[in-house]
């Protein structure tokens, strides 16, 4: 590895909020396994869930996630393309989690998210994520499985619409594409999708700085813009652009 290369580019970011750089630049395979390996050692019950975000690197980095944690003895479970949200919420019951994403970072970007007993790590096991601490499992497994259970566990929270609502979902090109939709569809609204597809979509991965044009021409009532990985999102009302983003409050069901 030329360590000089870190001089070209803006470092990778580092904190209990997650690893974040660009692929390739900055954030390399090696720094991938490093990590998980790291992580691992924080895996008590022996299972992780991993889910990634839409980002064109997602795959190569999901490969490597989970050599790494099959490597040190941790049964994986694959979501693919999965919102933060329902990661969460899996990770919460198998003890641990991996999400491969930049949340609203340019698309070059990538990185790692790790979750912990249904929480995000602390600055200790950020500590031990960086620098290991030798410890080791025997046991391996892999088992792929979508998004589970967690439309249909959301709709026992949240219940039924009681007046139908016509909801414009912004996708983004990112990770709600088959979660946000069938969940609102169930609980009974209306809806209708635009930017489906990360080739195609119209703006970028961070819709609190994207003027949003799109969704507010094509909102009649309600309309809602994701990020990437599904847990940021902004609504639309009356003709324009709330101000503030909101954190999908279905993070744990």
């Known amino acids: 590895r030329v360590y000089k290369k870190r001089f070209w580019f803006k470092e990778m970011k580092i904190s209990i909020s997650g690893i974040r750089g660009i692929y390739g630049e900055d954030f390399f395979p090696q720094d991938v396994i490093k990590f998980c390996k790291g992580f691992s050692e924080l895996i008590k019950s022996g299972k992780c869930v991993i889910g990634r975000d839409t980002r064109n690197t997602g795959q190569m980095i999901e490969r490597l996630v989970s050599a790494t944690l099959l490597e040190k003895g941790i049964d994986v479970e694959m979501l693919g393309i999965s919102p933060t949200p329902v990661v ?18 340019p698309l070059e970007w990538n990185g790692l998210k790790f979750i912990i007993e249904g929480r995000g790590i602390t600055e200790k096991e950020l500590e031990i994520v960086k620098n290991g601490s030798n410890f080791k499992k025997t046991k391996l497994g892999i088992e792929r499985t979508g998004n589970s259970n967690y439309v249909s566990e959301a709709i026992e929270v949240i219940g039924k619409v009681k007046q139908q609502k016509h909801v414009t979902v912004d996708i983004g090109g990112g990770a709600a594409k088959e ?10 609204c209306q809806v209708t999708t635009i930017n489906e597809e990360l080739d195609k979509c119209r703006r ?20 809602f813009a994701f990020d990437l990985d599904s847990d940021r999102m902004i609504l639309v009302m009356n003709g324009e652009k709330k101000s503030s983003d909101i954190t999908l409050g279905l993070g744990v069901v």
């Open 204 to 223: 970028g991965p961070d819709p609190t700085s994207d003027n949003l044009t799109d969704l507010i021409s094509r909102t009649k009532e309600v309309g």
């Open 88 to 105: 969460f919420k899996k990770a919460k019951e198998l003890g641990a989690g991996i999400i491969i994403t930049s949340s609203h970072n």
């Open 179 to 188: 979660i946000a939709p069938k969940l609102l569809e169930e609980i009974g």
